[in-house]
């Protein structure tokens, strides 16, 4: 239970909203994460949402649980040039011994 | 605080050398953990150490690589004989306990040749 799909590319026009999809198998994961990843940089914590809750909202991101599918998303409100780059879904069980990482969604925001 | 630090930030060595990275976590971050990130892919977990104690190892890391943190702060990850199949991005995280954000280093990139 440890697979975490992502689809490899999204393309959007800078000021529309981007929406990034995972799918996890993992029922036991507590939390799930998004993480931003710039070309040869670390990786940048954005959010997290716990398994108990349906929505979490940060500003310009939006985050959506569906438990029962196990299905997460990101939405990245009036997208900016800024916002280009690897975002990685990830999940953790109850005692965060570890995470697991999707293969990363590459967003590319047009001007 | 400046986050988490990896040293060195890239590393090109011929094949068969030893190498050995270097991570600082955030202060009085209880939890570390190695990752290994190749190209197109995300991280892969390497192993993960509560203080001093390694708690748990991946299967991807084979008798060639050890990692130590013996004082409970920084961490070394060594990897003996390296092979091409070794070049890759190197992630170091930290986490406090009981906390439920992992933090990341900006990686330590590994070319063998």
């Known amino acids: 239970g440890e697979d975490v799909e992502q689809s490899l590319f999204l393309s959007v026009r800078e000021g529309d909203s981007s929406v990034i999809n995972c799918t996890y198998t993992d029922s036991s994961s507590t939390y799930l994460y998004w993480y931003k990843q710039e070309p040869g940089a670390g990786l940048q914590l954005l959010t997290y949402?716990?398994?108990?809750?349906d929505m979490k909202q940060d500003q310009r991101l939006t985050v959506l649980l569906n438990k029962k599918d196990k299905h997460l998303s990101l939405r990245i409100a009036d997208t900016q040039t800024g916002d280009s780059a690897i975002y990685f879904c990830a999940e953790s069980p109850y005692n965060f011994n570890k995470f697991y990482f999707g293969s990363g969604t590459k967003l590319n925001v047009k001007p | 605080d400046t986050g988490v630090s990896q040293n060195p930030r890239h590393k090109i060595t011929k094949r068969g050398q030893n190498v050995t990275f270097r991570c600082d976590p955030i202060?009085?971050?209880?939890?570390l953990y190695w990752y290994r990130q190749t190209l197109g892919q995300g991280p892969e977990f390497l192993t993960y150490f509560q203080n001093e104690a390694q708690l748990e190892k991946s299967r991807l890391l084979s008798d060639r690589f050890s990692a130590e943190r013996p004082k409970g702060s920084f961490s070394t990850l060594e990897i003996q004989r390296t092979e091409q199949g070794d070049s890759a991005m190197y992630l170091c995280?930290?986490?406090?306990?009981?906390?439920?954000?992992?933090?990341f280093g900006q990686g330590t990139r590994l070319t063998v040749v």
């Open positions: 995280a930290s986490s406090s306990v009981g906390g439920t954000e992992a933090f």
């Open positions: 202060s009085e971050h209880n939890r």
């Open positions: 949402i716990f398994s108990n809750m």
